[in-house]
Antibody
Framework: EVQLLESGGGLVQPGGSLRLSCAAS????????MTWVRQFPGKGLEWVST????????FYADSLRGRITISRDNSQDTLMLQMSSLRVEDTAVYYC???????????????WGQGTTVTVSS | QSVLTQPPSVSAAPGQRVTISCSGN????????VSWYHQLPGTAPKLLIY???KRPSGIPDRFSGSKSGTSATLVITGLQTGDEADYYC???????????FGGGTKLTVL
């Protein structure tokens, strides 16, 4: 079964850091770009970051650039998101998602994790 | 303010047809493939349409997508109460070098 399982969310104080992980299974992880998407409480989807299949190319949302780093370990089928200088407005559910087709641009995110909740509060 | 524009809500009766629009520009929809997702409350989004008009396996043909210029449309026919969800369009934006989503459309099946 194709599956993504996020972990690492939790409660953190403003200015703190978190490292999210996404464990993949059931598909050739190293062949697909991977993406993080977040969803604020009661709101729509916001793209966070994308990493190419090899990990050589990374893309970041302007609102988070400089505060996050996306990476992947293709030997461990794991996607990561390192987040620092967290703000109250970063409170959201963070999803990892798999690009449906090989390629640099993640057209069509066909597999999503269940999400991990990040709460930034003092 | 989302880069792609969707109506906040649409509604129709069971068995009827509904359309959801998604408007962008030449840097996103105009030159990239569009995807559509739906999201039931408390669950992760699910891919309905990719590459403008293709359905992943398991998605019924009641769901169809199209694109014309800088706009895309999702059509759902034979509405069922289980179709009540939030629907999002998404694509790549060449200027932003990132994925952009619409603000979401809440479908109510009356």
């Amino acid at each position: 079964e194709v599956q993504l399982l996020e972990s690492g969310g939790g409660l953190v104080q403003p200015g703190g850091s978190l490292r999210l992980s996404c464990a993949a299974s059931g598909f050739t992880f190293s062949s697909h770009a991977m993406t993080w998407v977040r969803q604020f409480p009661g709101k729509g989807l916001e793209w966070v970051s994308t990493v190419s299949s090899s990990g050589d190319h990374t893309f970041y949302a302007d609102s988070l650039r400089g505060r996050i780093t996306i990476s992947r370990d293709n030997s461990q089928d794991t996607l990561m998101l390192q987040m620092s200088s967290l703000r109250v407005e970063d409170t959201a559910v963070y999803y990892c998602a798999k690009a449906m087709k090989p390629g640099l641009v993640p057209y069509g995110l066909d597999v999503w994790g269940q999400g991990t909740t990040v709460t930034v509060s003092s | 303010q989302s880069v792609l524009t969707q109506p906040p809500s649409v509604s129709a009766a069971p068995g009827q047809r509904v359309t959801i629009s998604c408007s962008g520009n030449n840097y996103n929809i105009g030159n990239n493939y569009v995807s559509w997702y739906h999201q039931l409350p408390g669950t992760a989004p699910k891919l309905l349409i990719y590459d403008n008009n293709k359905r992943p396996s398991g998605i019924p043909d009641r769901f169809s997508g199209s694109k014309s210029g800088t706009s895309a449309t999702l059509v759902i026919t034979g509405l069922q109460t289980g179709d009540e969800a939030d629907y999002y369009c998404g694509t790549w934006d060449t200027t932003l070098s990132g994925v952009v989503f619409g603000g979401g459309t809440k479908l109510t099946v009356l």
